[in-house]
């Protein structure tokens, strides 16, 4: 449970990073980015696994590069259910956030997650 709060808080973290570099991904606050990051983790669980089960042919002829458009609908299902407190201007946007998104994800995962894992 613990893990999970901490995922949420770092998630909402990256969200309001990524709003400050697109004038086109805007979030209403702090508030909004806990509350999208929240709708985003259940969207991740419930949502995420059946597109990725129906796109898999096109996954894997991509070489799992399809698996950026699955998380940038899955951003866009979580804007359109927030309404004006998070707000993505176009799929293109939600596809470059996504990239933006995993590389900050990688960036934490190889820099602070790893390195707290080997000094245990």
Avoid: C, Y
Wanted: hydrophobic residues 65%; neutral net charge; proline residues 2%.
């Amino acid at each position: 449970m613990t893990r999970w709060l901490i995922s949420i808080l770092v998630n909402a973290l990256i969200l309001i990073v990524v709003a400050g570099f697109f004038d086109s991904f805007q979030l209403s606050g702090v508030a909004a980015a806990l509350g999208a990051s929240l709708l985003l983790s259940i969207l991740n669980v419930l949502v995420k696994p059946f597109l990725i089960l129906l796109t898999l042919p096109v996954t894997v002829l991509s070489l799992g590069l399809f698996l950026f458009v699955i998380n940038a609908v899955t951003l866009m299902i979580a804007q359109g259910l927030m309404g004006d407190s998070f707000v993505i201007d176009g799929f293109g946007t939600a596809l470059l956030a996504s990239v933006f998104i995993s590389i900050i994800h990688l960036m934490i995962q190889k820099g602070i997650v790893e390195p707290m894992k080997k000094d245990k």
